[in-house]
């Protein structure tokens, strides 16, 4: 997914902090239901992450989801949709660039982690690790050990010491730079930028460094997931129906861009009435 202009989040919801905190405490969970043409997944959203919930609900209810395609898959990781493009997609085009032209912010939330079946949104390189509009992901993942997860938890820490080092006003000439090329579509320039903050990253120190939690280090050892992506992409959701549907969908042939050969398509989205 190529990089994303951020422009106006008119609309979605502006809320204090504590009015987030006396929403996601007394707001019954939102349930959206996806009618794919391997099955139905039931999902609820979360209230700790407002902004990514009501952009979701504002998609589905506009028809944006209905017809996309999940377009790529990978076992034993994740199933991945919301291209815009994918709803006239032909067999051999690559996928991966539509969207709607706005971002939303991160938001991340201690309590939540990549156990398998989350619901995340989907992301560009964007140095404030905002999230797509329309592009999600569901987690099938693996079961963990104790080696994996150490593996896991130094690259969740690589991947901080990018944002950090990439926000250090040392650097801020760098960032503003790699800001004017995103603007710009000026991909070479990008690319040698983040590749400048890569290796610094390499050696930066300066930030509180991620431990996986011990109750999230049992999920994952379990029930299984994906942690490496913990704290970088913002999950939203959850599954609460249909693991079944999205087992079978990870399990589909794909071609060597991880898009399944025979079209896997949300045929409806739709929100849950109680």
């Given at each position: 997914m190529r990089y994303l202009t951020i422009l106006s989040l008119a609309l979605l919801i502006a809320c204090t902090p504590d009015t987030k905190k006396e929403e996601t405490e007394s707001t019954p969970l939102t349930k959206v239901q996806l009618t794919t043409t391997k099955g139905e997944i039931v999902m609820q959203l979360y209230n700790e992450t407002l902004l990514h919930r009501d952009n979701f609900i504002k998609i589905i209810e506009d028809g944006v989801l209905d017809s996309v395609l999940f377009h790529r898959v990978i076992e034993n990781f994740m199933i991945q949709g919301g291209d815009t493009n994918s709803k006239t997609a032909q067999p051999?085009?690559?996928?991966?660039?539509?969207?709607?032209?706005?971002?939303?912010?991160?938001?991340?939330?201690?309590?939540?982690?990549?156990?398998?079946?989350?619901?995340?949104?989907?992301?560009?390189?964007?140095?404030?690790?905002?999230?797509?509009?329309?592009?999600?992901?569901?987690?099938?993942?693996?079961?963990?050990?104790?080696?994996?997860?150490?593996?896991?938890?130094?690259?969740?820490?690589?991947?901080?010491?990018?944002?950090?080092?990439?926000?250090?006003?040392?650097?801020?000439?760098?960032?503003?730079?790699?800001m004017q090329a995103l603007e710009t579509e000026d991909w070479p320039t990008a690319r040698r930028i983040n590749n400048r903050f890569y290796e610094r990253a390499k050696d930066y120190e300066n930030f509180k460094r991620y431990e996986i939690p011990a109750e999230h280090q049992e999920v994952y050892k379990t029930l299984g997931g994906t942690p490496h992506l913990d704290q970088n992409y913002t999950v939203f959701g959850e599954v609460v129906s249909g693991l079944a549907v999205v087992d079978s969908i990870a399990a589909v042939q794909t071609n060597d861009l991880d898009r399944p050969t025979e079209d896997v398509r949300i045929l409806r989205a739709v929100i849950q009435k109680e």
């Open positions: 051999g085009d690559t996928l991966g660039n539509g969207d709607l032209p706005y971002t939303v912010p991160a938001e991340f939330a201690p309590n939540l982690f990549h156990k398998k079946g989350v619901l995340a949104a989907a992301r560009g390189n964007h140095p404030d690790r905002v999230s797509s509009s329309t592009q999600f992901y569901i987690v099938q993942g693996k079961v963990f050990n104790d080696s994996l997860l150490n593996q896991a938890e130094t690259r969740i820490n690589g991947w901080l010491a990018e944002y950090y080092v990439k926000h250090d006003s040392a650097y801020s000439a760098d960032l503003d730079s790699l």
